[in-house]
């Protein structure tokens, strides 16, 4: 199976900050990543797919990069609702495996 | 609008089983692979599995853990997918949530099934 390692696994920001969170795959799958935000007693909401591309209706200051198997998800300009936990998945194999996940709190 | 609905979660005691439902609106659900994603209280997201449209085979895939236990089906006709659980340990509670495509750019709200005894 592949392994997806995310970090960091948590992190604290204050409004209007930068912050990356990574994934690391432990082998290649190219561009096959996607990116989920997810908020307490809510579903996950798709943020971006092929690792860069952004989904309908997400707003521009979320964006997605990748360098071999490092992937990267970086929010410039935190606004109050980003705070929540976000997931990284690769879809390039089945099975699907997440990321453990990075909970993004208030400084 | 596109939806997905789930139905069909409750409390079971270990070994027993348990079939949850997913309804999709507001797309071509004849056309969509679909999978199940779940989620361990506290605990991050797992996939479950997923099957091909009937178009694409209708295929299942499986995550190891529910493998020989857990079953994907598909009735397009009522725009529904299905898990059926047999077999089920306290390890499986979580809440089960059904995703549209490969990439699951679309969830349901979850169904939550408690295995306890």
């Known amino acids: 199976d592949i392994q997806m390692t995310q970090s960091p696994s948590s992190l604290s920001a204050s409004v209007g900050d930068t912050i990356s969170i990574t994934c690391r795959a432990s082998?290649?799958?190219?561009?096959?990543v996607s990116w989920f935000q997810q908020k307490p007693g809510r579903a996950p909401k798709l943020l971006i797919n092929?690792?860069?591309t952004l989904h309908s209706g997400v707003p521009p200051r979320f964006s997605g990069a990748d360098s071999g198997t490092l992937f990267t998800l970086t929010i410039r300009g935190l606004q109050p609702e980003d705070f929540a936990t976000y997931y990284c998945?690769?879809?390039?194999?089945?099975?699907?495996?997440f990321g453990q996940g990075t909970r993004v709190e208030v400084k | 609008e596109e939806q997905l609905v789930e139905s069909g979660g409750g409390l079971v005691k270990p070994g027993g089983s348990l079939r949850v439902a997913c309804k999709g609106s507001?797309?071509?659900?004849?056309?969509?692979?679909m999978g199940w994603i779940r989620q361990a209280p506290g605990k991050g997201l797992e996939w479950v599995g997923r099957?091909?449209?009937?178009?694409?085979?209708?295929?299942?895939d499986y995550a190891a853990p529910v493998k020989g236990r857990f079953s994907i089906s598909r009735d397009d006709s009522l725009k529904t997918v299905f898990l059926q659980m047999n077999g089920l340990r306290t390890e499986d509670t979580g809440v089960y949530y059904c995703?549209?495509?490969?990439?699951?750019?679309?969830w349901g709200q979850g169904t939550l099934v408690t295995v306890s005894s």
């Open positions: 995703t549209r495509r490969s990439y699951s750019d679309l």
């Open positions: 507001g797309f071509n659900f004849s056309d969509a692979w």
């Open positions: 099957i091909r449209s009937k178009g694409d085979g209708e295929t299942v």
């Open positions: 082998q290649s799958i190219y561009k096959f």
């Open positions: 092929g690792s860069s």
């Open positions: 998945l690769q879809t390039y194999a089945v099975p699907r495996t």
